[in-house]
Nanobody, 118 residues
Framework: QVQLVESGGGLVQPGGSPRLSCAASGSIFSINTMGWYRQAPGKERELVATITRGGSTKNADSVKGRFTISRDNAKNTVYLQMNSLKPEDTAVYYC????????????WGQGTQVTVSS
């Protein structure tokens, strides 16, 4: 059994800089690409950023220059440093990971709400 547990969300003022964390636990041989997605009310889930095991990253255009994804392979944890938050960043943020345990499977976290409001 594998679990992804996110933390770090909440109510943030515009311009704030929270950091989200997502820790994977359970029966894990290795973790390939990890990422963050978000879903705003009434919208489809969208990619925010991904990071490979080797550290190569990809960001959505909407967050380039403001959000930074990183990971600690020893802790099976991925982070999302969010800077200069805007109201349109309000969404539920989901962690995602490709985890190898015999075969490769995609796992999702339960989501953490980030609300940007003054």
């Amino acid at each position: 059994q594998v679990q992804l547990v996110e933390s770090g969300g909440g109510l943030v003022q515009p311009g704030g800089s929270p950091r989200l964390s997502c820790a994977a636990s359970g029966s894990i041989f290795s973790i390939n690409t990890m990422g963050w997605y978000r879903q705003a009310p009434g919208k489809e889930r969208e990619l925010v950023a991904t990071i490979t095991r080797g550290g190569s990253t990809k960001n959505a255009d909407s967050v380039k220059g403001r959000f930074t994804i990183s990971r600690d392979n020893a802790k099976n944890t991925v982070y999302l440093q969010m800077n200069s938050l805007k109201p349109e960043d309000t969404a539920v943020y989901y962690c995602n990971a490709l985890i190898v345990n015999g075969a490769e499977f995609r796992y999702w976290g339960q989501g953490t709400q980030v609300t940007v409001s003054s």
